[in-house]
Structures are given as C-alpha cells and as structure tokens.
C-alpha cells in the first residue's frame, strides 16, 4: 500500500530569512549612524583644539606686546588698549566687538579660517612702599584677551591671562 503525500509548503523559511534579513540591515544602518557621530564629534574636537592652540598663541602675542615701550591705553578701548576707566563692553561678552577694538595677530596659522585677535586692559597700578634703596616699586596689572575660531569657524575659543610688572 503505497500512500501518497502531498507535501504542502507554508513559507516559514522565507519568513524567518525576512525577519534575520530585516534584523542585519537595521544593525549595520545603526552602525553606519555611530560611525558618522564619532566622526562628526572628532572633527569638532580638532576643530576647537585648532582653535585653542591659535587663541593660546595670540594670548603669548599680546603678553609680548606689553614689552614694547610707548603703549598708549585710553578709555574707548582704541585698537583694544583699554585703560582703568574703560566703561564699556567687555571682552569676554558675547557682543563686543572684536573687528573693531582688538589687535589681530599678523602670524599666519595653517588650518585657521580667521586670524586670532587679542585686547590688553590695563587693570590697575599698586605702589608699594619705599624699600631702603629709596626708590618706591609701582606695579601695574594688566589682562591679556585673546580670542580665536578654528578652521569651520564654528569654534571660537577665548582665553585670558593676568600679567603684573
């Protein structure tokens, strides 16, 4: 007796190849998204590094600057040399205006898309008193801004330091 089967095909492996298929594509696609994150977050690092590492040079520059004799300061800020009656926008501020009351740095930077600036404010004068030579030491504080972005111009990096002499 010979009974014949009939083989009926329901289709589960192509279902499940589907779904394992469905599965692949969804975990290489959030791999591809992470791959584009950390490049995008290594590109502003080294974007804003870019724009430290330029502000910390105009920083020395304006620190060099105050060598030099004749420095003339006033109160508007002309050319970013402001005096201890300087009443206006400071530069740490998001609106002072850094094309017009700042010194721009004339060494060029590779990768930098702006050159970087500096202001120098003149903070204060202290006389000591008179030691036994008989001259009365004077020592004037000054804070040196120096503001830079990097290459997209996206990072923009502003340091200060404090000098005294």
Excluded: C
């Amino acid at each position: 007796m010979n009974v014949m089967r009939k083989h009926v095909q329901s289709g589960s492996a192509l279902i499940i190849s589907l779904v394992f298929l469905l599965i692949l594509t969804m975990i290489g696609i959030a791999s591809i998204q992470d791959s584009t994150l950390q490049e995008r977050m290594a590109g502003n690092e080294r974007d804003r590094n870019l724009a430290f590492q330029t502000a910390e040079a105009a920083l020395r520059v304006g620190e060099d600057h105050l060598r030099q004799a004749g420095i003339v300061f006033s109160a508007s800020g002309t050319n970013g040399l402001m005096s201890p009656d300087y009443t206006g926008v400071r530069p740490i501020e998001d609106n002072y205006p850094w094309a017009n009351r700042s010194q721009q740095v004339s060494d060029s930077y590779a990768g930098v898309q702006s050159a970087p600036r500096y202001t120098i404010e003149w903070l204060t004068t202290q006389t000591f008193a008179p030691s036994d030579e008989g001259e009365v030491p004077v020592v004037n504080s000054y804070r040196v801004t120096a503001r830079a972005g990097g290459g997209s111009g996206d990072a923009v990096v502003i340091l200060q330091s404090t000098v005294s002499r």
